[in-house]
Every structure is written in structure tokens, then in C-alpha cells.
């Protein structure tokens, strides 16, 4: 089978590395640089010392990538970053799977408002593809550029998707308590998430306003075909991987467990990637996989349908559901690269 | 000053020990004896190790009770014996702060369709007294019973308080997301709270159905003056102590920050142990400390008020609440033996 | 290439799922049957849920293993049932690595006086190889019986080994002073494991007399050629995975850094999973792998050589390496199914 | 009784916020002044959030101490800046505790090799007591100057007092392996303290080199009366608060577990801070508390004497220990302030 050949695009945070150690064991893509603006000329491993003897070339800087000959580009960029590659580089050399969040909002304004800085690559926002595999299988396929989601988002997007196709729940008034580990954070050492603060500790932070909302907010209303609007609040969990994710949502008339159910198993039956529970989820279960593990449930008591979700942000939320949308774009195995269990315990 | 001579029944769990811990600081309170029913005839610093050179006696048997003078019995038995005890031995001879969820629910109906089991003490269940001083204050002082509120039921109830009682929010379709420390779980071992299983993990449990559901609906109902649901949804934390509350509440027509702070501010102004802050609180300010720290703010784009509590679950969620109350019934300073600032880091 | 195939006896507890998870992904093994005493008749996935749609199949009893051909067993079955199972069905019909201590040490009575029992399968311990392929690679080839390391002994083995193989510390006053995740106790739930109590603490244990000390003096005498007798001390650590083993040991006169190097160097620059590092090793930068990490230095103030050492407990320090020695046994190539990064962060 | 009228000198990092929580319950103590050079003019509350409504003075800046007369000067200064204070201001003011490691060695030499840089203020080296009042309480009485134990030094001392004391060890050849939480390093956010690298790890460092090494074997050395070197390596825990310490020494002719439990009453029989256990001790059990608890044992096979003791680094390795020394110095109970129980779990 053919190699797809790949580059990484900033490679020293923690989204990049988790590239790196799905790619160096994907079966049929062939990672032929990896980029850093900040520490080129380092080695990937002493950077990532984890990957002594496994990944030792130096991270090139940016201008190396002229020379090769590559068929994608993963950008595992700062938000703001990403577009200014784009825009220079623009996406007919190469296809791009970007990780961050500049490629996510069809809507420039929607994109101001909430990144707090002028979209410089406005014109392709509405040929980038939201790299949700499970809903947007096929415009995957054949996109130059696709918008990995964000991790919350993800999280999100999975639980409520059949529910709200499904007509299952009003989509007014949905509330989405969602919790993270601490790599969601990023790899720089700040004072938020200092070792003796975290330990622990749990607080929420970024009330009303993480820019994850109207990411999942675009998502649902394409969803339900009408505008949502969802209450929005991250948790930091002191743990380093996992997203953990509730979702409240008033039932519509008549509905019950059975439904649910079925809604369910009918959007995800086929689906290597999400496993339906009968029961709540745990973190622990997914971590270092790909894997979406949720389950919802009808409360007749308040008519409100209570769902959760879990993943391991750095996978599904972020380098594994690039991979996987990789391997959609190249024809490959779906879970090629993917198929480790979950690390547990 | 005086000295409440005081007897601790049933010392071998989490709030048992804390109990020890706080009183033995206490300036005002004389703790004359220790009992448990599965260890008793061991020291108590055996069973709790910490305690050694602290609190070296011999831990009694229930029986040894009638040999002492005591003002004040503080219950820290498992639901069901509570109530047995309270049959049995009634409260005339020495008023009695229980710390089981045995005599929260003023309906017996209502205990039985959540507890399991009728109740048989149902006739004392008028004259207990819900002990949450922040709300209750006139009656714990004079109460002979004192039902000490549950440690989810004190961070929502105290959260929730100010926004119904000001009438800032509607009662229907409160959303009640909440996280807990593993302490919570009490301090028998069991697969689900083996360390290797819940370190790095996070789990929501008890969905729909969790037994603190009734004690929050009763208080939210007295505050709101009309019957109140909520939805609640426990989480465990990976964490020993410690939980936070995430509260979802639609507003009323024309409410503003404003009218919030205000109405918090006149709830708690005069409070020592509820601290109003001006951003989300985090749990480790307020570790072994009987405060809780709380935040709430009005989202315009979606019609909510989010608010989120935090408290140590076995001080102002259990023990520390209990001595709270015993200061009150005994006209002693209210944060006599709790004065000691949080432990942070 | 061909297809080892292989049974897992004993598949409830941490080893075993470790196994299996490893298993589901080796190129050349075919896990044929999964066996369980306690929950034969459950499906595994119910067992260990974090393998739903990975593993499914059900736990045999051990009687089902007469119905499989078999190329190999594996038994993480605990201590004592280990030798039972050996000296009933032999090791003609099928080559066994056995993960409990019932074959490391070659004399009964050191057995005995260890493990408090008598050995029931005497005659086959001079057989039994002790599968550290770094050290024993030729015999475990050709072996019938595979008596795979403990996690601890692994950890101070490849450390010390160059040190004593190449005369460089006395074998005199080795002091080994290790640390070890959670999962090392077992999957079983314990006081000694309860979360609370073990979240944010730590502890020595097992002073004096830990069963791993004969397997290490065992295995330090034969590279020191004379009788080596160590001080060994394990602590808990409050994490789930990994080992850090430090050892201290008297330099002979005349060692400098550079010798020690070399050691290393010639003892491990032809070795996979051995990684010999410039500084001393972080637990994390092997989780989840087949790696022992691992650094020593000359401290000519003291005259004494400190190195460390680190290994996953699960991985290296029991299913790894019993898939790495199963590797060696048929002659496949030596990191099939191993060849995964670790997992850091 | 009287007040004795303190003032802490840098008050932003963990040790000043410990003192602070520690003075403000003292009954015989006054917080006359905190003083900050990075963040004068901000309220110690909104540095320390925990302490809202607890202690929300303005950090004063360092000329203000002028403004009042004090009895004691707490120093919490980084090393280098306390010694410049002291030799700016002098000891004549104010007595002084200076928590730095300025004036723990008595050799200005000495002190040069291991922290990088010439002491400013030799002359008062051999003024300055050090602080253990388990070995100096005398001395301790009447001093200006006291330098507060180092955390790692304060665990091996104590542990190791007793067995050099009364010969039972020989006095070279010692190993201390050594484990501290990460508060140990200070508040100040860096990579090497980011929480998604040291949750789950663990690791050594300052191998051979730790600046607590000669203040470990000048106290070593006082107490054996000849010249010892001993081998230190500290590691870091992935907890907030705590060391365990391992001691490693070679027994005497004759030594018995007897004679050492002896040798540990006599030591500590009347020490109110030194609990003495029958087996080893966790760290936990002294969290929040001014304990060290620690138990030795002989091992027959290898004649060597084992010791673990545990401490909370902050309270007995740092500010705890202070206030008791304050309190030894202003002839008050060695206690007061400090009488809380450990917070286990």
C-alpha cells in the first residue's frame, strides 16, 4: 500500500509530539519533517526525551519544507499561527490538516469576536472542512483543508449529535459542563498550572466566554438546522489526559431510553471510534486512544436527557482524529496508526 | 467559658476522625468519649495513625455511653444506624447533631423512595432541624436534633440560596453539576475507589438517581417557596478532599452582575464562612477549612446564571459544619475550633 | 511469517490485561484462548471495559485449554498456583512463561524461606530460565519454562549488571533503594490501596524482607561471581505505573565516569530496549514502553557509584518483557508488538 | 502572656505563606508586618487567595520595617538575598530566623563550593545557631540569629541522630535516599514543575551535587564527633507537600533492635515534634503538622540499620520549625501555634 508522505508543522508542544508518536507507528504514512520555529536545529528527542532512539532527527525550521515533496501537512500551530502559514503557503502544494482553531468558524466576524484578532485568511474559511470524521465523512475525503476540531468540542459534538438529529431534545437551553486534564493547557509552564496548584485542586475557569463555544455552537446548529445557543463551562481536572463531558438537554415529548438508544446505535453502529456504553463513562478507559466512549439517559423525573462523554484530548481531541482524518483523506484504513487499546490502568 | 462535654459515636470513617481532629483543638468543647461498634477496645490512634500522641484513648462501645455526663452527641454512623440509634436512645438525655442523611428529608415517603428502607424514627422527623447555619441559624439553637446537611446538598444550597430567595432566577430546569473528592466515598476500600483505577481518571456516577437529590429539592423548594426539580449529576474527582459545584439557572426577565453581587452580598455579607469572590474559586483554597468560596454571573447571550461553590467535603460538607452547628446550640463563638485558615498549597 | 499461538491463563488482574493489550496488536502471535479461576464465563471486556470492541471474547475456565493447540502459554497466575499449574500439566504439550515468583530462584529452600511455602515443583527449577533476555538471551531461546522477572529485580538487574560485570563496584554494601507505582500491588482493592489514603502520600514497606531481595541477590551473584548479598528497600509511590530504582555501590579503585560509560555502552549499544542515558531518568519518559531508562556516575567525593533506573512496572517489569522473551523463544524479531513510543505525557 | 511582635520578610513564595498561616493562629505571636520586594503594595490575600478575609494586609515594602519595632524577623528570602539583608541590617534590631540556607553551614568555604558565590557576611556565620531544637534547644534559647534547618537536612538529621549518637552505626558510608514534594521547589512555574510533566513521574535529581549535602554532614559530623561524608540523592515526588527519607548506615558489633529503639527514646522521649514509630511511617500521617515520626530496624543478614522518617516539608522542614524556635527563643510552649493534628486523609 502506498505511503502518504507527511510533515509535521511545529512539533515542541504537546499536539505535536502525540503526532509524532502515532505517525512513527502508522503503517502507511511516512513522516518526512518535522518543523520547529522555536527549537530547529534541536533533536526531536531531546525536546521529547521520551523518543530517544525512536525519533532522533532535528526539527527543521520552516523553510525546509520546500524541500520536499510532501502530500500533507499537519499544523500543530498557535491559533493565529495556522492562518498566517496558510495564507502564505495557501494549500495547492500540499493538503493540510490543521489542528488549531483559525480554520474551524465558516464565519470571519463569529472568528473576531471571539479570537479577539482579524481572520487574515478569511477566503478559506468556507472551503475548509470541519474534520469531525463521524458527521462529515465525505467532505473529508476530498478536502485540501481540514479544520481538526477542538477537543471540547469533540467531546461534545459526539454525545449531542444524535440526540439533536434525531429530534430527541429541544435544542434551547442545552448546558454542556465539560472537565479537562491539564495538557489541554498546553506544554508551557505557567503559574495556572504549576505541579502544587494543580495537585489536588479543580476550579472552572473561562466562564461564558472559551472560544470553544461557538465552535460547538456551529456544529449543533448545523445539527438541528436551527440556531443554538449552549452554555458553555470548562473544568480543570488535576490529571494530564482526558476530557470528560455532560451534556443536559430537555426531551421533547414522548421520549424514552429505548429512543435514545437507537438514535445511538444508528449514528454510531458502524463507527470503529465510538463506543456506545450502558452506563457512564470513565476516562481512564479511553486514555492514549482514539476512542469516544458515551452514554446518554431520559430522566422522566425533570424530562431532561443527561448524557456524557469521554476521550483522551490529545488523541481524539487532537493529533489521533488527525490521523484518522489523514487516512480518510488518503483512501487508508480508517483506524490505521489507531488501533493501540486504550492504556488502562 | 464553658466546656460542651461531647461524645463522638462511630469514629472509624473519614468524618468520624475529622470530627476527633477539630474538636481536639476546640477551645470550648471536651471530648469525653469516642465510640465504634467494629473496632472498639483498639485506640483510636491505631485506627487513625495520624492521631498518635494526639488522641491515644481506647475507642468505647455504644454501651459505655451511659456512663458520662454529655451535652452533645455527634453521630457520624452509616444511614440507617442513625436512625436506629436515635429510636433507641432518643434525645432528651443529650441533644444530638447527626451527620447521616437520616434525618434530613422531612417526608419519610420520600426517604423511603430514595434511602430504600422505611424510616424508623419517622416521628422525629418534624422536629430535626436541617443544620445549615447560613440558612437556619434561630432553629439549630434551640434544636434538640440536628440533621447535618450533606456535603453535595451544603455547596448547591448555598450557591443556590441568594439567586431563589431574591427571586433572580426561575425554579424550573436548575442544572446541578457536581465534582467530589474520593473522601466522599468513605473509607472502606472498594474496586471503585482502588487507587489505580481512579488516579488519572474521572467518572460521573449515581445519574439521575443519587440519594443528596431530595435534601437539595427540599431546600431549593423551602427557598423558592414553590416545588422544586433539579437535575444532579455527582462526579468523583481524583482528588482526597474537595468539591465544587456547577449551578445552571435560567434568569429572570432584566437581571444583571449587579443585582447578583447584591443579592449574595446581603445573604453572606455577615457570614464568616461563605466567602463571595469575584471569579470562579478553586477547591484547594479552601482545603481543610470550613469556608465556602462561591462566584456567580449572568450570561446575557443565553438568559443563565452560572455559579460555581467550592468547600471541603468533610469540614464545612460534614465535620466542620457540625461543630459550626454545635457552637450555635451552645452559644459558643460560631468559629470557635474553626478558625484555622486553609491549607494551600 | 508464522503465527505463535498463544494462551493467557490468569487474565483478571493487571498482568494480564497487560498481556492481552499488548497481544491484540503483535504482528505474530494469535491470542487463542484467555482464561480466568475467578470470572470464567464473563467476557473479558467486561472485566477490564476499556477493551469493549477490542476484546470480547469470554473467559475460559482452564479446562477449555484442552482444547487448544498451543504454541506457548502465558501465566499471570498468582504466586503458589503458578507451580501447581506447572507440575500438573508439565511443559511438554506447550513452552510456558510463567510472571509469578514460582520459578525465579534455583534452590526450594530459598523458596521457602521467601515465600513461606514449599515449593511444589522442585525438579523443575534448575530448568526454569530466568528470562532477562538482556542477560540471558541464548538460554531463554531454547527454554521450555520462562521464569520472567519481577518488576523490581529488572529494574536493579540492568542497572547493576554492568557495574558488576565489569568489576567496577565492590560486591559488598549494594544498597537498593526502590520506588514503585500502585499497579505493582495488584488490581485487587486494599486499605493499604484506597485512594485517600494513598493520594499524596508515600511510604517505605516490606523493610527487610521484600520476596524480590533473593531474586536480585540470585541474579547479582552470578554477575559478581561470588555471593552478593543487598540491602533492598521498595516505597509506594502515588502513581500507577513506572519503577525508580537507585542503587548505590563502593567504586574499586580507579573508576572514572568515562569506564562507566563504556560499561553501559558495551553491555547495552546493542539492545533495543535498554536506553543509556547522559542524566538521570524520569519515570514518564518510559511509560507505557518497553524501555528501561537508565544513568550511573562516579562520585569521587564519596567514592561510590549512584545510578537510576526506570522501567513501566507493567511493561518492561512483566508483560513487556514476557512478550520480548515469547519474541525470543520463536525466533521473531525481538520487539514485535513492543514497538509503541511511551506515553509522555 | 506576652505578644511577641514579629514581622515575616518575603512573603510571596510557599514558606512565607506558611508562616503567615501558621502566625495567625499563634495566641502568643503578633503579625506586625509582611513585607514583599516583587509584589509590595499588593494584598497578601490576593497573592494567597486561600487567605481572603483571613489576612488581607498590603505586602509593605522592605523600608517599612523601620515604621515598627519587632521582637523577630522572619526571613524568607531566596539564598544570597538573606545574607545581604542580614549584613545590611544587622542583628542587633531584631533577632533573627532566616529561612534561607545563608547561614547554615559554618564555613564561609564551604558555603562558596556549594552555592556558587562568596558570602557577604561571613563574620556572622559562626553568631548564627543552627535551628534543630531537638539537638540545639540551648543554644537556640539565647540566640540573635537562627538558621532554619534546610527540609532534607531537618528529615536525615533527626532520623539519624540517635544511631550516631549512641555509635550504633559506623559513621562512613552512610546513603541517604531522600524523596520530596514539589512545593519543595519553590512557587515559581517552570518546566520541570508543569504539571502534565510530573503528574504520573517521578525522578531524581541533583545527583551528588544537592546544597543540602554539607549541611547534612556538618550536623552528621557534630554528632559523631569526626568527619562525615555522606551520599545524598533527593528526588521529587508527584505530591504538593512531604519528605520521606531512607538512611542507610552500616551497624556496629552488637547492634540490636533493642538498643536501638533505646537509643530513639532516650533521644525523643520527651520531644513533643519526634513521634518514634514500631514500623515505618508515611507521609501523610503527618501532612499540615509540625511531626517528624520515623522508625529504624536492624537487618541481620547485611548488618546494616535502616531508617525512614517523614516530614511535612513546609512545617517541620521549613516554617513550623521556625515558629518553634521562636517559641523556644521567646520562652514560650515549644508548641503554641503548632498543637493542630496532622490532615490525614
Not at 80 to 93: D, H, N, P
Not at 175 to 180: E, N, P, R, T
Amino acid at each position: 500500500m502506498k505511503q502518504v508522505r507527511v510533515g509535521v508543522v511545529g512539533a515542541t508542544g504537546y499536539t505535536g509530539s502525540e503526532l509524532v508518536r502515532i505517525l512513527s507507528r502508522h503503517p502507511h504514512a511516512r513522516l518526512d519533517i518535522i518543523t520547529s520555529v522555536s527549537r530547529a536545529g534541536e533533536r526531536f528527542s531531546d525536546v521529547h526525551p521520551a523518543f530517544r532512539g525512536i525519533e532522533d532527527r532535528t526539527l527543521a525550521p520552516l523553510s525546509a519544507l520546500s524541500e520536499h515533496e510532501l502530500d500533507l501537512l499537519l499544523l500543530a500551530l498557535p491559533h493565529g499561527a495556522s492562518m498566517e502559514f496558510v495564507s502564505e503557503l495557501g494549500t495547492e502544494r500540499f493538503r493540510i490538516i490543521d489542528l488549531s482553531g483559525d480554520f474551524r468558524l465558516r464565519s470571519s466576524a463569529v472568528y473576531e469576536e471571539w479570537y479577539g484578532r482579524a481572520h487574515v485568511s478569511a477566503e478559506r474559511l468556507s472551503d475548509a472542512v470541519y474534520g469531525l470524521p463521524e458527521l462529515n465523512r465525505a467532505d473529508i475525503r476530498s478536502a485540501r483543508l481540514v479544520a481538526n476540531p477542538g477537543c471540547y468540542p469533540t467531546s461534545v459534538i459526539l454525545l449531542a449529535a444524535p440526540l439533536l438529529k434525531h429530534r430527541l431534545v429541544r435544542s434551547e437551553g442545552i448546558v454542556i459542563d465539560s472537565k479537562s486534564g491539564v495538557t489541554g493547557a498546553g506544554s508551557a509552564a505557567r503559574s495556572g498550572t504549576h505541579f502544587p496548584w494543580v495537585f489536588g485542586n479543580f476550579r472552572a475557569y473561562g466562564l461564558l466566554r472559551h472560544r470553544h463555544t461557538p465552535e460547538i455552537e456551529q456544529a449543533l446548529s448545523d445539527l438541528a438546522d436551527r440556531d443554538v445557543r449552549v452554555q458553555f463551562t470548562p473544568h480543570l481536572l488535576p490529571i494530564d489526559r482526558g476530557i470528560l463531558t455532560t451534556v443536559y438537554a430537555e426531551a421533547v415529548e414522548g421520549v424514552t431510553d429505548t429512543m435514545i438508544r437507537q438514535a445511538y446505535r444508528q449514528s454510531y453502529g458502524g463507527e470503529t471510534f465510538v463506543r456506545v456504553l450502558d452506563g457512564p463513562p470513565s476516562v481512564k478507559n479511553v486514555r492514549a486512544s482514539n476512542y469516544c466512549d458515551l452514554f446518554a439517559t431520559f430522566d422522566s423525573r425533570t424530562n431532561r436527557v443527561v448524557g456524557v462523554s469521554v476521550i483522551d484530548n490529545l488523541v481524539k481531541g487532537a493529533a489521533g482524529q488527525a490521523v484518522q482524518n489523514m487516512n480518510i483523506m488518503f483512501d487508508l484504513p480508517e483506524d490505521a496508526g489507531l488501533e493501540q487499546p486504550p492504556l488502562c490502568p
